[in-house]
Structures are given as structure tokens and as C-alpha cells.
């Protein structure tokens, strides 16, 4: 049978109009003149549906208006009930197409402009309530029956449009974008963990029932106290989950108010739902406003983490670059032996009494220097040992020994193994930055190196910490000018130690301590567990 429904355009046409007509049918048995919840469904399928199901919008409103004026055609006459089959969805097609069209009303796939929404949904309210004034002007009463005051039935009209429309509306937009956000996969599990939802099931829902609770029992100035305060909890979800708050609020607040009815046409229901419609609107506006805001917070902080993952990779290509050149002088260096080598082999063919030991020697320094230079670049032991064989054993001090600094490395935590090789780097990079920059103003006579690791939330963070201490006694041995070029850092300050630390989310802190000074820095993991 739905083979055929879907293989067959008549059928299809026909389906639609029959679910059409028996929900639009249904919301019309809970509707009244200042409650017209059929308007939500009018204008959600004037939004949603496509335009080649308009048609059976249009028959399957006109079917139920239909069976009522042929039942009432001999109370009000058959000129009212010729223009009561007339579906009122037909007037607002225009605009609508016009809207979807022109008026980007949904700018992208999974979004809505609130502000053209309910510019429209004001619209709406006025074409509808003109067409069933008009139809109202036709009415032929029965002996003795008066009509109310045409602008306070006007006033009725309206409300009811707005409010129907407000009622039903935002809330089928925010389940249309978080589907088409998120799709159906994990669609319980998004629910689930949903903080609107949370907040709606914890508190809105409870402090509502007690406000109708209040209004029912209560009556006068008090019940229509509570009635009016069915605004705030709008208010609130509005300022904390924007427009979708206050869709959700404003559909749970305004089936409150009717809850609360005494009987048809209660002035005190009405008031209370002119200012319930009242607040959803200025609601609805100020939560767009604040969506607004907070998807363009959260595209810069999409912007700011694809900076700082192109930073981490340019970092990781640099480091490669590095290794590629310590690798090249490390074979510069074995060539250039081989070279001295020999030469001095034919130079002893040519001049035999020559003294071999100074060429020797300074083959030896020149390899000696290429390779601290190869080492400082990219360490030998990080290589083969990792990050902390190069800080115990590696150029850094192995720079500060023969300079006559004393150095201490203290590691702990478990966790530094499962750090990504890019803070390994980074480590490294900022411990000779460090080191270089507590040495630069020659007041130090010890460097103590404390490296700690752990997790948190889900993502793993480093500490570094260099404490400099100073010893007079010792300082005036200390070999300046032989230790500060071959440290490795970059020389340019305290501003690059901050910079390569933001590149991986760090920050840098320096105090002064009693005999020295203390850098700290925390790095975190790119890679999340």
C-alpha cells in the first residue's frame, strides 16, 4: 500500500491532505476565539512543507470548513458558509512563497532568522483576521442575536492567531534545525544531554504547574498574579538557551494560561495572554539576538582553533626542518673527517717531517663544534631515548655543566609517554627558552629543571618549571661567554617564551624567589582521549 502511495502523485496529494485535514480538524477542537492553535499548524506548513503539496494544504483545510458551513449554512445563512469554505491558508500563500523566496527566512539549512519570523508571523495574524472578519460581516444571526463590538472581536481574532501561532511555531523550527543539525543519529542521546531539556523538565515544567495550581484555586487578584507570572520562566530560559528558550517556554507558558481559563471569553485569561504573548515576542527577539552572539562566539573559537592547529603543524613542520639539518651535519661532519683524513695522508707522502698532531687536533675541534651544533639543533639522545634523556643528558646540560652551572632534572608523573611527540617538542624548545632567558642577565649559579604530567577532563597537560638560584661563591666561575651561545634559545625574551606557549594553550608566569627566580609554564595536549 505506501509502495503505491509513493509511486503514485494523486495518491501522494491525497495522503497529505488527509493527515492535513485530520490534525488541522483535531487542533480545532482545542481552539477558540482567542486560541487559534489550527494558525501554528497553518503557518508551519506554509514554512516546511514543499510547494507541490500546497495544493493539498488547500483541500485538505477546505474539507473540514466545509462539513461546518454546510451544517451551520441554515443558522447563518449560505452566503457566510460560501465564503467559510474558503480555506483562510489560501491568503497567506503569497506572502509565504514570497518570503521563502525574497526573505531569506532560513538563511541557511539549519538556521532561522527570528526577527523575519515574527515580522511574518505578525502578518500572518492580520491577513487572517481581516479574512475572518469579513467572513463575520456576512453572518446573517438568528432573531434576537447580537454580534460583540466588531474591534473587540478583531482584538480576539488576532490574539488568538498570534499566540496560536507563537504556541506551536518556534518550537517545530527548533526541532527542524536540530534535526537537520545533528540529524537522527543520537537523536535520544542529544536530548538526553541537552541543558534546555534539563532545564525544562527540572524547572520550567514544575514551577508552571505550580503557578496553574495557584491560578486554579485561587481566585481574584492573587489567581491572575500567578497567570501573569507564567512570563518569568520564559524570561529565564530565553537568557540562558536564547530564542530555543524562549520557544520552549513560551509553548509551555501559554498552554498554562488556557489551563487556568475559567470559562470562554474570561477577560482576566485574556489580559494574561496578551502579556504571556506580549513577553515571548520581546523574548524570541532578544534570544535571536543572543543566538546570534553565541554562534559567533563560537565560530571565532572555531577560527582561533584551526589558528592554533596550524600553528602546532607549522611548529611540528619547523622541528622536522630542524631534524633534517642536524641529520645533514651530522653527515658533514663524518665527510669532513674523512677529508682531513686524507689530506693528511698525502701531505705526509709530501713533506715528511711535517708535526701531524695541531691538524689532528683542529679536525677534531671542528668535528667537536659541528657536532654540539648538529646536537643543539635536534639532541642525539632525543632521538634515541626521548624527551627526558634529553633534558638529563642532553645539549642542555651538557652546556650548563662545562659552563660551571649546577643543573638538577626532577621528572614525575606517569603520564608524560602518552603526551603527543608536538608537546615533546615544545618542552624542550621552551626549557632551553627558559634556561636561556635566566641566564641572560648572568646572576645564576644553578638551574633545577621540574617537569610534571597529568590529565584532566579528558585532555593531558604539562608543567614546567625552571627554578634559578644563585651562589656568589660560585658565580664569578661561571663561563658566560661559552654557555649562552650554545644553550640553543632563540634570545628574543620572555615575549617568545609566551608565544610558543600559546601555540599549544599555555601560559607563562615568572616570581621572583628568595636567592633567584622561578619561569612556570602548563602546556596542553592538542590531542584529546
Not at 494523486?10 to 482545542?30: D, H, I, K, S, T
Not at 449560505?78 to 509565504?96: C, D, E, K, N, Q
Not at 651544533?373 to 631515548?385: G, H, I, Q, T, V
Not at 624542550?428 to 649559579?445: G, M, P, T
Request: proline share 4%; net charge positive; glycine share 8%.
Amino acid at each position: 500500500m505506501f509502495k503505491r502511495i509513493r509511486s503514485s502523485v494523486w495518491l501522494r496529494q491525497l495522503a497529505a491532505a488527509g493527515a492535513y485535514a485530520l490534525v488541522f480538524e483535531l487542533l480545532r477542537q482545542v481552539s477558540f476565539s482567542h486560541w487559534f492553535l489550527f494558525a501554528g499548524l497553518r503557518f508551519s506548513a506554509l514554512l516546511l512543507v514543499p510547494y507541490r503539496y500546497w495544493p493539498a494544504l488547500l483541500l485538505g483545510e477546505a474539507g473540514p470548513l466545509a462539513y461546518t458551513a454546510v451544517q451551520c449554512a441554515d443558522q447563518y445563512g449560505w452566503l457566510w458558509g460560501t465564503f467559510f469554505m474558503v480555506p483562510p491558508v489560501l491568503f497567506m500563500m503569497p506572502l509565504a512563497r514570497w518570503c521563502r523566496e525574497r526573505h531569506r527566512i532560513f538563511p541557511t539549512r539549519a538556521t532561522t532568522n527570528i526577527n523575519l519570523f515574527l515580522l511574518y508571523t505578525l502578518a500572518a495574524s492580520a491577513i487572517w483576521t481581516s479574512v475572518n472578519m469579513a467572513t463575520l460581516s456576512l453572518m446573517r444571526l438568528p432573531p434576537g442575536e447580537t454580534l460583540p463590538y466588531k474591534g473587540e472581536v478583531a482584538g480576539w481574532y488576532f490574539i488568538g492567531f498570534f499566540l496560536g501561532i507563537l504556541t506551536l511555531v518556534p518550537s517545530v523550527l527548533m526541532v527542524r534545525e536540530e534535526l537537520l543539525g545533528g540529524g537522527t543519529q543520537r537523536l535520544w542521546a542529544r536530548f538526553v544531554e541537552s541543558r534546555l531539556a534539563m532545564d525544562a523538565m527540572c524547572l520550567l515544567l514544575p514551577s508552571l504547574a505550580l503557578l496553574v495550581w495557584l491560578a486554579s484555586d485561587t481566585a481574584g487578584a492573587v489567581g491572575q498574579d500567578a497567570r501573569v507570572a507564567m512570563f518569568l520562566p520564559v524570561v529565564w530560559l530565553a537568557l540562558r538557551h536564547g530564542w530555543r528558550g524562549a520557544a520552549v517556554g513560551g509553548t509551555a507558558a501559554s498552554i498554562a494560561v488556557v489551563l487556568t481559563m475559567p470559562r470562554l471569553y474570561d477577560t482576566d485569561t485574556l489580559h494574561a495572554q496578551v502579556f504571556i504573548a506580549f513577553t515571548i515576542t520581546t523574548m524570541m527577539l532578544l534570544g535571536g539576538r543572543i543566538a546570534d552572539l553565541n554562534e559567533r562566539e563560537r565560530h571565532e573559537k572555531a577560527e582561533a582553533r584551526l589558528a592554533l592547529a596550524l600553528a602546532q603543524r607549522n611548529v611540528y613542520l619547523g622541528e622536522m626542518q630542524l631534524r633534517q639539518t642536524s641529520y645533514a651535519l651530522e653527515q658533514m661532519s663524518a665527510a669532513i673527517q674523512a677529508s682531513y683524513t686524507q689530506l693528511l695522508g698525502r701531505l705526509r707522502s709530501l713533506t715528511p717531517g711535517v708535526d701531524e698532531r695541531s691538524y689532528y687536533r683542529q679536525a677534531a675541534v671542528t668535528q667537536h663544534q659541528m657536532y654540539r651544533l648538529a646536537d643543539s639543533l635536534y639532541p642525539l639522545s632525543w632521538r634515541e631515548r626521548g624527551l627526558p634523556a634529553a633534558l638529563r643528558e642532553g645539549s642542555i646540560p651538557r652546556a650548563l655543566d662545562e659552563a660551571g652551572i649546577t643543573y638538577w632534572c626532577d621528572i614525575q608523573g606517569m603520564g608524560l609517554g602518552e603526551l603527543s611527540t608536538s608537546i615533546h617538542m615544545a618542552l624542550y624548545r621552551l626549557a632551553s627558552e627558559a634556561i636561556a632567558l635566566a641566564c641572560a642577565k648572568r646572576n645564576i649559579s644553578s638551574v633545577r629543571l621540574l617537569l610534571r604530567s597529568g590529565a584532566f577532563g579528558g585532555r593531558r597537560w604539562a608543567v614546567l618549571c625552571i627554578d634559578s638560584r644563585v651562589d656568589y661563591e660560585r658565580l664569578s666561575r661561571v663561563r658566560w661567554d661559552e654557555l649562552l651561545p650554545t644553550l640553543g634559545g632563540s634570545g628574543l625574551g620572555l615575549g617568545a617564551l609566551k608565544d610558543r606557549a600559546m601555540v599549544f594553550g599555555g601560559t607563562v608566569r615568572i616570581r621572583s624567589l628568595a636567592q633567584g627566580s622561578r619561569i612556570s609554564l602548563i602546556l596542553f595536549d592538542p590531542q584529546i582521549n
